[in-house]
């Protein structure tokens, strides 16, 4: 099932997709169908089958989670793009606040001429049973879906004297969406690939199979020190082709269209604009 959040008529609601149409599934926020459990599931399922479709829909973020707990160099094509890199030996996590959430086709606004807006296109998990201590052999059994997050970074800002938390949460800086997809359809998450295109060209394009750490492995991990909450988002890092070690570097800019794909997931795209 593909579920979306989505404003109509001075209204927000859920919605489950059905032939390309929204149909409401009866809930007034993700939270709420996810606090439901599968008795939301089910309610969802049964309008997605014969539901009345939304007239003038528009997406916003499908979700704006309680946290967002993303994952850092998971890939191993990062010590292809940057030779002074060191693998890591453990799972790396930084944290997204919800005041950067922004939806499809929402701008993502530079704040300043001097801010290098970096891409970043990444797997996310939407956790369904929180939990702590969660052993790796069940932690895929806690998720309530998949959806794709755009990691938007101020390079300028990350990198300077090490403030990742400033410079990864810009307003507008995480984009979430189109949809979160249930796990059922998604099927295996190590067949998906992962790919940013930026006005039309393809900066980056990986398997999902070239993690460093599986999202299994992530999601105990995080568990182990940090208790996951029903909604919670957990990306799973994102592939070589960055904007800032490209030669030159690559930075958005107003006036640019960013789209971020995961198969069987959709496309998740933004325009670019100046916030000063």
């Not at 949809?179 to 940013?196: A, F, K, N």
């Amino acid at each position: 099932m593909r579920l979306v959040t989505y404003t109509a008529a001075g209204r927000t609601g859920v919605g489950a997709r059905r032939d390309g149409a929204i149909v409401d599934a009866g809930y007034a926020d993700m939270h709420a169908l996810i606090g439901a459990g599968t008795d939301g599931l089910a309610r969802a399922a049964a309008a997605a089958q014969s539901g009345t479709p939304v007239e003038g829909a528009t997406l916003l973020a499908p979700i704006r989670p309680g946290k967002i707990l993303c994952s850092g160099v998971n890939y191993a094509s990062h010590a292809e793009e940057n030779p002074g890199a060191t693998l890591p030996t453990e799972p790396f996590f930084f944290s997204k606040l919800p005041s950067a959430v922004v939806g499809p086709d929402a701008p993502i606004r530079i704040p300043r001429p001097t801010t290098n807006a970096d891409y970043e296109v990444e797997l996310a998990m939407v956790i369904g049973a929180g939990g702590y201590r969660i052993p790796e052999e069940q932690a895929l059994d806690h998720l309530f879906g998949w959806t794709i997050l755009h990691d938007v970074s101020a390079r300028e800002v990350q990198f300077k004297d090490m403030q990742i938390t400033l410079g990864k949460n810009p307003d507008t800086f995480s984009p979430i969406g189109p949809e979160i997809v249930t796990p059922d359809e998604v099927g295996d998450w190590s067949t998906l690939r992962v790919s940013t295109t930026l006005n039309g060209q393809v900066m980056q394009d990986a398997a999902t199979s070239s993690m460093l750490f599986t999202p299994a492995y992530l999601i105990a991990f995080l568990s182990d020190l940090i208790s996951l909450e029903p909604g919670d988002v957990v990306t799973t890092g994102s592939p070589a082709g960055v904007g800032c070690f490209r030669d030159p570097a690559v930075y958005l800019q107003p006036g640019d269209t960013v789209t971020v794909s995961v198969d069987r997931i959709g496309d998740l795209t933004n325009p670019v604009v100046a916030g000063w």
